[in-house]
Nanobody, 118 residues
Framework: QVQLVESGGGLVQAGGSLRLSCAAS????????MGWYRQAPEKQREPVAV???????SYADSVKGRFTISRDVAKNTVYLQMNSLEPEDTAVYYC????????????WGQGTQVTVSS
């Protein structure tokens, strides 16, 4: 079992910044990838940014150049630095972790609200 604890959401004006954090904890697991998804009202959950165990990153087209994902391996923690925020970024952001013991499995955080006002 892997537990994910998220923090850093909040209310910010357009053009502002927020930094999300997600720490993974558990025993006898290896992380394949961690990242962030988001879900806006009446929309499907969509991937935002992912970083693999090897450090490879990927981003949704809508956030490229504005968001940066990074990690602290020693702390099993992933971060999402969000700059130049837009009202369209308003959503619940969910931490994601793909980890394995004998098989791989997807884990999800409880979500943190990000609201961007005009």
């Amino acid at each position: 079992q892997v537990q994910l604890v998220e923090s850093g959401g909040g209310l910010v004006q357009a053009g502002g910044s927020l930094r999300l954090s997600c720490a993974a904890s558990g025993s006898s697991f290896s992380i394949n990838a961690m990242g962030w998804y988001r879900q806006a009202p009446e929309k499907q959950r969509e991937p935002v940014a992912v970083i693999t165990s090897g450090g490879t990153t990927s981003y949704a087209d809508s956030v490229k150049g504005r968001f940066t994902i990074s990690r602290d391996v020693a702390k099993n923690t992933v971060y999402l630095q969000m700059n130049s925020l837009e009202p369209e970024d308003t959503a619940v952001y969910y931490c994601y972790c793909n980890a394995r013991r004998t098989v791989s499995y997807n884990y999800w955080g409880q979500g943190t609200q990000v609201t961007v006002s005009s």
